[in-house]
């Protein structure tokens, strides 16, 4: 399932966590060890770019972070990103750079790479959001299944095991999500690829594509 594998969704070079991504295949593997990650990274940082803040709690001194922003660690915060009013970061979070967490959105055990959007009520959760990705208002990822079972990924029918009871969703680069729209559990989604608003989306959604609704995909057209 090449579709799905790590080097088909992200460039890299856009990840302060460039390190984990390169250990493995798939980037549901990636979702268990970020925590450790975080924790090692963050006691290498130099200390003239990153401040300490509380228990395994990192930030950039080119951050800017809302006094009602709520941090707890294992926690990176990326130069030049931006933690707005009443941001909900829990835990196991690294933000890229140039990343834009927003009011009342809410992170746990993710990685944004930079240039990440998630400005407006969101949930992101047990997920990875590529370069210059970006999750409209209200748009949230789910990350358990109603039934608890653990989560697969679909890909062209398909089942891939995850092995996890958690797990949201992952957006390649450059993936734009429509206001409103749920990411359902083991969601993938290509890179340079539209999700309309108010999408309910499962399994995969290949790269380079527009995501009307569910069995309506059409590949985007490439302007000159």
């Not at 915060?77 to 933690?83: P, Q, S, T, Y």
């Not at 967490?101 to 240039?115: M, Y």
């Not at 095991?161 to 409103?180: I, P, W």
Request: aromatic share 8%.
């Amino acid at each position: 399932m090449k579709e799905i594998e790590i080097n088909h969704l992200f460039d890299l070079s856009h990840t302060i966590a460039r390190e984990l991504f390169e250990r493995k295949r798939y980037p549901f593997e990636i979702l268990p060890e970020i925590s450790d990650f975080i924790v090692k990274l963050g006691n290498m940082l130099s200390e003239d770019l990153f401040e300490k803040r509380g228990e395994n709690i990192w930030v950039a001194k080119s951050a800017t972070v809302a006094p009602t922003a709520y941090l707890n660690g294992p926690l990176i915060i990326d130069e030049g990103a931006e933690i707005r009013h009443c941001a909900f970061i829990r835990g196991s979070a690294i933000v890229g750079k140039n990343a834009v967490v927003g009011n009342s959105t809410e992170l746990k055990n993710v990685i944004l790479f930079d240039c990440v959007q998630v400005p407006h009520y969101n949930y992101v959760g047990d997920s990875i959001l590529g370069y210059k990705s970006h999750m409209g208002a209200g748009s949230i990822t789910s990350n358990v299944k109603s039934d608890k079972t653990l989560v697969e990924v679909k890909v062209n029918g398909k089942p891939l095991a995850t092995g996890l009871k958690k797990m949201g969703a992952v957006l390649g680069d450059e993936v734009e999500v429509g206001c409103g729209s749920i990411l359902n559990p083991g969601s993938v989604i290509g890179a340079h690829t539209n999700i309309y608003p108010l999408s309910s989306v499962r399994g995969y959604v290949p790269s380079g594509s527009i995501y009307k609704k569910q069995g309506e995909v059409a590949q985007k057209e490439i302007r000159n």
